[in-house]
């Protein structure tokens, strides 16, 4: 059992503000992930949690055992790291038990725990091989291998995969989720740049902002699906959320939206009569959006196709935007270049941001 808590965690570097009033429970049997762009903190708060990095205010515990001023040997927490950082004079099986004979732990205690994680990991025909007879992939689970002999109460990724190739990383983030399944009830909180990893591991998503702290916790759909802020809306997900801006022309249930350059918007966010008039961005996402001969929330020129072979992507002129509009569709549209085209979405699909901030939270 490894219940974690973070209450009011700040970490600064002198006048640097890193992380802000971190708030966090963590339960037993959850894989948390944390994603955010580059300077967010995400690896500084898993550090922090390992004991590598000393938390500036608030408080850390693990079974309401506080942790701040324990040393990382004795907070029962494995890391695996970026590097796989594998001794490469010693074999796949003295690698995964050299934590256990600095711990003295007996010869069969060993080969049991060594057993044990070789057959979760299938590192079996490998166990007396060196590192650099071995795949990146299984490097990787080696250093896994590592951490799970020791049962930890608490396993710790930082960016285990960004060091493999495109093929390599979706075998070994597999893997993962499969190694997950096989230990249900052990606790992991997983760093990754990679929203692909972030949306198919985790249990819960953590989604930091740079020196702001937590901009939203969910799950993978909850965060997709019902963003509280401009921030998620455009973090999760891949192109980002479309954000045009508009004016409420109706409100109640369904909400009309006058979208700039003279589309209309149709939404399920219920507003009031007090919103009537108020400037708003309308949020929608690029899969979202479908080509139509009437009403249309957009209308604007193609200037730019991906052809993807089972979606293409629509990138629109910018006439005066800072990115431009983005439309994904369903198969293959070569001839769409250079043409104006008319976009809409159902009103359940299209969310509305006033100062940066969903309505559907208010």
Not at 100 to 111: C, F, G, Q, R, T
């Amino acid at each position: 059992m490894a219940d974690l808590k973070l209450t009011n965690v700040q970490k600064s570097y002198g006048e640097v503000k890193v992380l802000k009033d971190i708030n966090l429970d963590i339960k037993t049997g959850e894989l948390i992930v944390f994603v955010g762009p580059s300077g967010c903190g995400k690896s500084t708060l898993l550090r922090m949690i390992a004991g590598l990095e000393k938390i500036t205010s608030g408080d850390f515990t693990i079974d309401g055992e506080r942790m701040n001023d324990v040393p990382p040997a004795q907070r029962g927490i494995a890391m695996v790291f970026q590097s796989y950082a594998l001794y490469p004079h010693m074999t796949v099986r003295d690698n995964m038990s050299f934590a256990l004979k600095i711990a003295k732990k007996s010869p069969e205690e060993i080969d049991a725990a060594v057993a044990k994680a070789a057959k979760i990991l299938q590192l079996e025909p490998y166990l007396d091989r060196l590192p650099k007879a071995l795949s990146g992939g299984q490097r990787q689970r080696v250093a896994i291998g590592r951490s799970i002999v020791r049962d930890p109460k608490v396993y710790l990724f930082d960016e285990p995969l960004s060091n493999l190739d495109a093929a390599l990383r979706v075998a070994t983030r597999i893997e993962i989720a499969q190694l997950k399944e096989a230990m249900p009830n052990s606790t992991m909180i997983y760093v990754t740049h990679d929203q692909v990893e972030a949306m198919t591991l985790a249990t819960r998503i953590v989604v930091l902002t740079v020196g702001q702290g937590i901009g939203q916790v969910g799950t993978p759909l909850e965060l997709y699906e019902r963003p509280q802020n401009e921030f998620v809306a455009q973090f999760i997900g891949s192109p980002a959320m479309n954000l045009i801006p508009g004016e409420i022309i109706e409100t109640g249930a369904m909400t009309t939206i006058r979208v700039d350059g003279g589309g209309i918007a149709r939404s399920t966010v219920p507003t009031v009569a007090s919103d009537m008039g108020r400037k708003v961005n309308v949020g929608v996402r690029p899969e979202d959006l479908t080509i139509t001969q009437g009403e249309a929330v957009y209308e604007g020129k193609v200037e730019i196709i991906e052809a993807l072979g089972e979606l293409t992507q629509l990138y629109f002129e910018k006439n005066g935007r800072e990115t431009p509009l983005i439309a994904k569709l369903a198969g293959i549209h070569p001839e769409k270049r250079h043409k104006v085209i008319k976009l809409t979405a159902v009103p359940e699909k299209v969310h509305i941001f006033a100062d940066g901030q969903s309505l559907l939270y208010r």
